[in-house]
Every structure is written in structure tokens, then in C-alpha cells.
């Protein structure tokens, strides 16, 4: 069992930055990394950024890329998001969760975390 803990969230004005914080424990030695995954109202859950556990390894959404930057603390289990340039279309609430295997878009574990609102203001 993985437990996932999301924090950091918060409103901001549009081009304004955030940083997120997931905090895992539990059997995370399951996954190749962890991911970042956001909903916004009325829409599906989409991918936003992955980290791999063994390396620097990342990769992003189209819609985020140069924006949004991945990062892990390994010793802490805990991934980050940083969020800069935000946009009103990056108005959701962030989860984090597994990524196996690398490469995949998918959320890896079944429970997700409480996740965190981030609001963008025109």
C-alpha cells in the first residue's frame, strides 16, 4: 500500500508560480518513478510530468513543457512540482502517483492522494 500526500497548492494570478510537494510512502519501490497528474472541473485526470527514482529522468505534457519542472528528493520520498508562467487553463487539482512503466502516461497505483487545488487568476 502507497500512501500519497499533496501539498503547496494555492491561487495565484496568471504568470505567477507555484511549488508542489508529494510526499509518498508505503511500497514505492513498485514504481520506476512518479509522475504529476491534474483535473480540471468537468474534465478527465491528464498527466503533467514524470521523474524517474534511478536517474534525472523526466518528461512532460505537451501543454506544460517549459513551464513546469519535475524534481525528486529521494531520501525523502518526495517529488516536487515547480509552476511557473501559470495560466488560467492550469486551474485544476494536482495528484501525484506512480509511474510504471517509463514512458507511460498512466497512473501506476489504484488510491490516489487527496491532491491539491491550484487556482490561476486572469
Known amino acids: 500500500q502507497v500512501q500519497l500526500v499533496e501539498s503547496g497548492g494555492g491561487l495565484v494570478q496568471a504568470g505567477g508560480s507555484l511549488r508542489l510537494s508529494c510526499a509518498a510512502s508505503g511500497r514505492t519501490v513498485s514504481s520506476s518513478g512518479m509522475g504529476w497528474f491534474r483535473q480540471a472541473p468537468g474534465k478527465e485526470r491528464e498527466f503533467v510530468a514524470a521523474?524517474?527514482?534511478?536517474?534525472?529522468?523526466?518528461y512532460y505534457a505537451d501543454s506544460v513543457k517549459g513551464r513546469f519542472i519535475i524534481s525528486s528528493d529521494n531520501a525523502k520520498n518526495t517529488v516536487y512540482l515547480q509552476m511557473n508562467s501559470l495560466k488560467p487553463e492550469d486551474t485544476a487539482v494536482y495528484y501525484c502517483n506512480g509511474i510504471r512503466p517509463w514512458g507511460t502516461r498512466s497512473p501506476l497505483y489504484g488510491s490516489w492522494g487527496q491532491g491539491t487545488q491550484v487556482t490561476v487568476s486572469s
Open positions: 521523474i524517474s527514482w534511478s536517474g534525472p529522468s523526466t
